[in-house]
């Protein structure tokens, strides 16, 4: 259904049709990142999100665009489960690119989210993966409750990695634990969604105790659903963007790092970036923008069970 609505909307909304054009002849180029292979995506039309102010006061300033009163005339939406509405993002960075959002004005949250992003993974399965944005990492409307959702065959990196070995933290829930080109990810899959809640949920409270803070921990969360059972791929970030995002002319790289980016596609609105960047720059900047290694440790040995702690994949 949401194929036929993408493609309806292409057609009454010509800002959206516009949008489509450019993403079919938008540029990519393939780098090798550590033992990863990335995809940079050469997308002008992504300048506006990618730039965005996202301090309090300019987010409290401006018109939330997720709300319905603030939206184009031509932008229609689906209703979904009478609590959220599904609309078609109008800076796509993949055909078929949709931003389901709360009906309600109501900060990112994800654990009090929880349930609907894995309830959304299953409706939209099999032919899509809904992601969550932390409100500090990369959400472009932190004050306003949202999920995307994009072809699941749009980000090969997120199958690759449910191939590691996983451990049971509980009969019915496996996960693994790794650094991929110094990124900091957690894969947890199980075909129990309220064991993978409980897990998911406890997983936020350890890193919350470790870093001593009561705050949502910097998070980009990956949800599908697939034979039966769900993954739930989370990346673990220090900080939203790099330090060379804020530096001035030549310094400058304009790369702001959400979810997608984390997940191998990473997203370059100017040329410069999208001609200069190369493996080991990129790898620096996930570097900075992860968990570091030590926290990340720690997080994972209070995670999973001590007497299989060896046999989680820790790649250096
Ligand atoms: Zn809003």
Not at 13 to 35: H, K
Not at 150 to 179: C, H, N, W
Request: overall charge neutral.
């Amino acid at each position: 259904m949401s194929h036929i609505f993408f493609e309806s909307q292409k057609e009454s909304w010509p800002g959206l049709s516009l949008a489509c054009r450019d993403l079919a002849c938008v540029q990519t180029r393939e780098l090798v990142c550590g033992n990863d292979a990335i995809t940079l995506q050469y997308n002008p039309a992504r300048q506006i999100s990618s730039g965005a102010a996202l301090d309090k006061e300019s987010i409290r300033k401006r018109p939330c665009f997720l709300c319905v009163e603030n939206q184009p005339p031509e932008q229609q939406g689906i209703l979904y489960r009478d609590t959220y509405l599904i609309l078609c993002n109008p800076a796509p960075i993949f055909d078929h690119h949709f931003t389901v959002g709360s009906l309600t004005h109501e900060p990112q949250d994800i654990m009090s989210s929880f349930d609907m992003l894995v309830q959304m993974a299953m409706d939209a399965s099999p032919d899509y993966t809904v992601f969550y944005n932390g409100p500090a990492c990369g959400a472009s409307a932190p004050d306003h409750l949202h999920f995307q959702m994009i072809p699941y065959e749009a980000l090969p990196f997120l199958k690759e990695l449910t191939q590691p070995p996983m451990i049971k933290i509980d009969p019915s829930v496996r996960m693994a634990a790794g650094k991929s080109c110094d990124r900091s990810v957690v894969v947890m899959e199980s075909k129990n969604a309220a064991a993978l809640k409980k897990h998911f949920l406890r997983f936020l409270k350890i890193i919350q105790t470790i870093l001593s803070s009561d705050d949502e921990p910097l998070i980009n969360v990956f949800c599908s659903y697939e034979k039966d059972r769900w993954q739930v791929i989370s990346f673990l970030r220090r900080k939203h963007r790099p330090a060379a995002y804020f530096a001035e002319g030549d310094q400058r790289i304009f790369v702001s790092p959400g979810a997608i980016d984390m997940a191998g596609v990473v997203i370059t609105p100017r040329l410069a970036d999208f001609e200069n960047l190369d493996g080991d720059t990129l790898q620096s900047i996930y570097r900075e923008v992860s968990l570091d290694k030590k926290t990340f440790k720690k997080i994972i040995r209070s995670l999973t069970p001590c007497p299989q702690k060896k046999s989680l994949s820790t790649a250096p």
